[in-house]
């Protein structure tokens, strides 16, 4: 009631004093208080006259804006690195450049985050016009590959990704038999960490080369959509990645690259060295403490409880790592390996025994929110254990019609096809396996030949 007797023109000067007061003192306020200045200060701006007064807030509303997207706060994030943005000059791109630059590659992120993919690329856009070289263009062509990621374009996320990794001195080899270039890589990696004993690995010198830190953030960025549609291009990845790890030093990315060589060892390695895996499983998880390496460890997670762990201990106990995973990638922006954990999370929930009931409902909670953080491409891969559980229930309208003539699963294998995507050969699985539930055994038998007739590059 009071605040409403002040006059309109002094309400500005009000919050621009407050907004002062605030951050003249943060030192000593709780860790929040900057959102309290940022909020106070961007409500008073029109009074600020001064230009070096006005530079402040643009930073304050920078490190607002971070510190909300740390917190997984995507919208209030927004609002500050827009309120930034707006108070920069004409010019700034030549008088503000470094300012300009962070503030334009944190809000594209956080437009990614979001899922405001139209207006992200237009930052990304705006960031490539601009930047001066190669290594100021990186954040930007980082959320363009994990965004393009997340819209299914994985064939251009992958082109793109390649690219700047060919510009930072890592480009992929061509051969002609990619899958025997593939199993070289993985026996010769493979023996590169036999030859090293844990506590070696552990006490790597920390990776001083720029450029292949930057490498290996684009190679983690890639690893996902590449498992998805071009499997050769992902152990190449992978394998390069501890390749680099081990002479170049390691950085934060190592603890994934540890994670993602055991699930290859556990999945691909012809072998299925299940040994070998659960050895880099437990060296990753020792490597993310150490590294702190906490914004990788929905990745790190995802590869560890759904690829190794399940080959060695009962499923529910992966159950919590990969939910956890979930929330800890949201809290990050990780929004790609945090949905395919919670993905991974719903179909261990149906492989585990658990009431069919509850994992229906778990697989709808959680499809609303892939959804939501427009990963519609974890959902479609998701989409056919919904169907099998509804079949196996005999719900109305499901159980009406065979299970492997669903006309929206036709739709989805033409996708899966299209693309060389798992997702085709989980179709198949799941239909030869209700087949056989039910007796159907000739029809099981024909599902089997027809998912071993999927295109595949590296293993069959």
């Avoid at 002062?20 to 306020?29: F, G, K, P, T």
């Avoid at 080959?311 to 790609?336: C, I, T, W």
């Amino acid at each position: 009631a009071a605040y409403s007797l002040i006059p309109e023109t002094d309400k500005g000067k009000l919050h621009l004093w407050i907004g002062n007061q605030v951050w003249a003192n943060y030192s000593a306020l709780p860790e929040n208080a900057i959102f309290v200045a940022a909020g106070q200060l961007n409500k008073g701006k029109m009074f600020i006259t001064e230009a070096h007064q006005i530079t402040e807030l643009i930073r304050l509303n920078l490190q607002a804006g971070e510190k909300s997207m740390s917190l997984g706060a995507f919208t209030p994030a927004l609002f500050y690195l827009k309120e930034g943005l707006s108070l920069l000059g004409s010019n700034s791109w030549e008088e503000q450049y470094d300012l300009h630059l962070r503030l334009c590659e944190s809000y594209a992120e956080a437009k990614y985050c979001a899922g405001e993919f139209e207006e992200m690329h237009k930052i990304v856009d705006e960031i490539l016009a601009n930047a001066k070289c190669l290594d100021d263009k990186l954040g930007a062509y980082f959320t363009l590959v994990t965004s393009l990621n997340a819209q299914s374009k994985t064939q251009e996320s992958t082109k793109v990704g390649l690219n700047i990794l060919s510009s930072l001195g890592e480009p992929m080899p061509v051969h002609l038999d990619m899958k025997a270039t593939g199993i070289i890589e993985l026996k010769k990696t493979k023996h590169i960490l036999e030859e090293k004993t844990d506590d070696e690995i552990l006490k790597l010198r920390a990776m001083e080369n720029n450029y292949k830190m930057a490498a290996m953030r684009f190679m983690y960025g890639l690893t996902l959509s590449t498992m998805l549609v071009r499997r050769v291009v992902n152990v190449w990845l992978i394998t390069r990645m501890v390749q680099i790890s081990i002479s170049c030093g390691l950085c934060k990315e190592s603890a994934f690259a540890f994670a993602a060589f055991g699930s290859l060892m556990a999945t691909v390695d012809i072998n299925f060295d299940v040994i070998s895996a659960s050895r880099m499983g437990k060296l990753s998880l020792r490597l993310l403490e150490i590294l702190q390496a906490e914004e990788y460890s929905a990745g790190i997670h995802f590869a560890v409880y759904f690829f190794i762990q399940t080959r060695v201990d009962h499923f529910r106990k992966s159950l919590q790592p990969l939910k956890q995973a979930y929330n800890v990638g949201l809290r990050f922006g990780e929004m790609h390996y945090a949905v395919v954990a919670i993905r991974q999370f719903c179909l261990i929930s149906f492989h585990s025994g658990e009431n069919l009931m509850i994992v229906l409902e778990k697989i709808q909670y959680y499809g609303v929110k892939m959804k939501e953080h427009k990963q519609e491409i974890f959902w479609k891969m998701t989409l056919p254990f919904k169907k099998a559980i509804h079949h196996l229930l005999g719900q109305p309208n499901e159980s009406d019609k065979p299970f492997w003539e669903g006309a929206d699963e036709e739709q989805l294998l033409k996708y899966a096809q299209k693309l060389n995507l798992v997702l085709g050969r989980v179709i198949y699985y799941l239909r030869a396996w209700i087949a056989y539930m039910f007796n159907d055994y000739k029809l099981a038998s024909r599902m089997v030949e027809e998912e071993r007739q999927l295109k595949n590059p590296l293993y069959s």
